[in-house]
């Protein structure tokens, strides 16, 4: 037996060799792709998206919506769908049945196998998914944009991304992750989930969660690791810029904030839905199948604005964890506490009227206003480097703008087939 | 009941530190977080809302420190000056009405 990941199954890489796909690929359709499908593609191929095959046809839709399981009974909470036009379908003359070729960057990426077209009402994937059909939720908006007909069925991945320095170490896939913590020795994993440049907040919760996650067992010899599984996906302005997030995180390690023997950093290709609980649960999904044993959720896991209460992603994790096989580790915030004169847990200090909460939003505007915050709010060597990543990929500002999104280095490519 | 009152936090810089010291009014700002410097400017609901709206990068962090944060470094350049030319934070109606 393999690897089993999410729902028991099997992690399979969905990957053909180079020699074979280059005979399979002649004379099929080619059908470009956005960044959001190859994404998911990447993701379905390699086995982060286990038990999934392939984009989801009307039953497992239907199902993910009202049930939020799979056709099959595996808990999946957010769907993963491939859009067409009317229009589309008709130029490229796609029909059930075909198999069809997906292209990214203008040269081949996968093959599918188009088991079904159907139309769905989107408002309906939205009140149930996000809760709302608001437009301005983020994640109802992302849906609303899909085109008409959605494609079912099977991809097999013929061609591998080329992923571009700086993020080449940071890309590895579930069965390879899983070699690794077996080579360290490690016995429990706890995911750390993460967007942003990490302040000492942050670093906090990673371990704190990894303290958590820790509990019974011997202490002779490290047997515990917090892996920063980095989201990366489409941008909007004033993010920190993809270079600076996957860096940052990795120079707590580097700097010694952590170590080889409990820290490590890798991404995850994915455009964020904000679906807060059920974000939450695909994210469990999504790090059992990296071969991670704990999860640590925050406050407000995967929310925007006041769609969610602070704990809707906790009571949602509870209700499923029978079906989860990933353990979730509830984290208070950490705050700065002038009294204590360190960083400390709303759970632990009792300076209430001294307390002095900070967030990555409010870093953030530190550092845009000039200024460089203390070593115990943020450390100097992240500080660093963020400035260093704002020269070098950042075309002068750590955070993304208008040239960046247009001039950037792209995370990855996909090459010509050789 | 007394309004609820929204801070916008201009972190002092050297800069911004110097030209407060040129003034007399160092002792303006607060320390938050560990020694950084701060002046925090009040705003009213109706006067958050204004903002939100004008400068659309603005964010208000209604999670963690009911704070407005995120406005462009110029704006609150302008805002800075404004409170150094008046020798004081209450300054944001007078601010907003040219927008």
Redesign the interface.
Known sequence: MGEIGHGGKEIKERIMAPSEAKEKIKGLTAVPVRSQIANEIIDIAYGFFTPLEGFMGRADLESVCKNMRLTNGVVWSIPILFDLSDQELSDYGIKEGDTILLTYDGNPMAIMEVEEIYKYDKKEICQYVYGTTEEKHPGCARTYKYKDNFLGGKITLVNRPKINPPFDPYFVPPLELRKRFREKGWVRVVAHQTRNVPHTGHEWLMKGAWLQTYGELPIEKPLVGVLVNAIIGEKRKGDYIDEAIILCQDELRKAGYFGDHNHMTTLTFWDMRYAGPREAVFHAALRANLGLTHHMYGRDHAGVGTYYGPYDAHHMLEELKEDLSITPVYSMNWLYCPHCGEITSEGLCNHRDEWQKFSGTVIRSIVQDGVKPPKLIFRPEVFDLVMECAEKYGFGSPFVTDEYLEKRTPVFNILPLE | MTEERYPI?????E?RYEKLKNAGLADMCEE?????KVLRVYCTEAQKDKILKVFP?A?F?????K?I?????DV?DKIFDKIVEKKSVDIMEEFLSQY
Not at chain 2, 9 to 13: G, M, P, V
Not at chain 2, 61 to 65: Q, R, V
Not at chain 2, 69 to 73: G, H, Q
Request: hydrophobic residues 40%.
């Open positions: 936090n201009i972190w002092i810089n800069e938050m977080l560990a020694g950084l990068t964010k962090d209604s999670a963690t420190t704070s944060e995120l406005l462009p470094r609150k």
